[in-house]
């Protein structure tokens, strides 16, 4: 069964810094790549950015420059640093596999707003 909790979410002023943190079953996480998605109210889910099992890492236009994903092997977790967040960042953030996602998790809320 897929395993996957979000979580390190909240309000935040623009300009300001998150850190999520997605921990995943080790049935989905071993040796596939990952991703974060999200999805605005109204829209559909995107996928953001994207880091494989060796470490290569790929965003989408949007985030580029502000956003970096991480994974630790180790402990089958993997991260989404958040730096100069916008207004148009707010969204439900989700991990899971890419580009195929499978069973999804919550979701942990991201806000931007002053």
């Known amino acids: 069964q897929v395993q996957l909790v979000e979580s390190g979410g909240g309000l935040v002023q623009p300009g300001g810094s998150l850190r999520l943190s997605c921990a995943a079953s080790?049935?989905?996480?071993?040796?596939?790549?990952m991703g974060w998605y999200r999805q605005a109210p109204g829209k559909q889910r995107e996928l953001v950015a994207v880091?494989?099992?060796?470490?290569?890492?790929s965003y989408t236009d949007s985030v580029k420059g502000r956003f970096t994903i991480s994974r630790d092997n180790a402990k089958n977790t993997m991260y989404l640093q958040m730096n100069s967040l916008k207004p148009e960042d707010t969204a439900v953030y989700y991990c899971?596999?890419?580009?195929?996602?499978?069973?999804w998790g919550q979701g942990t809320q991201v806000t931007v707003s002053s």
């Open positions: 899971n596999e890419a580009p195929r996602p499978k069973g």
């Open positions: 080790g049935s989905i996480f071993s040796g596939n790549a």
């Open positions: 880091i494989t099992s060796g470490g290569g890492t």
